[in-house]
């Protein structure tokens, strides 16, 4: 069964980090589009980053503006967990957020075109 499974979301001060992840199961993402999302009660869910590896060094990579420079996406050695480093935590950035998945993707930034998606974690950010 493939599956996404986020973690590490929870309660945090405004400046604060946190680490999201992302496991992988039941098939390889390792050539796979990995797209973080977030979303709150009543709004559209949200593109915040997604990247795409050419090797084991090279990647594309694409920020939402309101975390470029604050968060950033990796992936473990065995490429089957993706992370959201999330740094400089505001308020604003309180959401569930959400890990997914794409073989075939032309706009990274749509929810639409992802495949895959993960049940989410709630990140609260407190002033």
């Known amino acids: 069964q493939v599956q996404l499974l986020e973690s590490g979301g929870g309660l945090v001060q405004a400046g604060g980090s946190l680490r999201l992840s992302c496991a992988t199961s039941?098939?390889?993402?390792?050539?796979?589009?990995m797209g973080w999302f977030r979303q709150i009660p009543g709004k559209e869910r949200e593109f915040v980053g997604a990247i795409k590896w050419i090797d084991s060094i090279d990647y594309y990579a694409n920020y939402a503006d309101a975390v470029k420079g604050r968060f950033t996406i990796s992936r473990d050695n065995a490429k089957t967990t993706v992370y959201l480093q999330m740094n400089s935590l505001k308020p604003e950035d309180t959401a569930m957020y959400y890990c997914a998945a794409a073989f075939s993707i032309t706009y990274v930034t749509l929810s639409s075109q992802y495949e895959y998606w993960g049940q989410g974690t709630q990140v609260t950010v407190s002033s």
């Open positions: 039941g098939r390889s993402f390792q050539d796979a589009v």
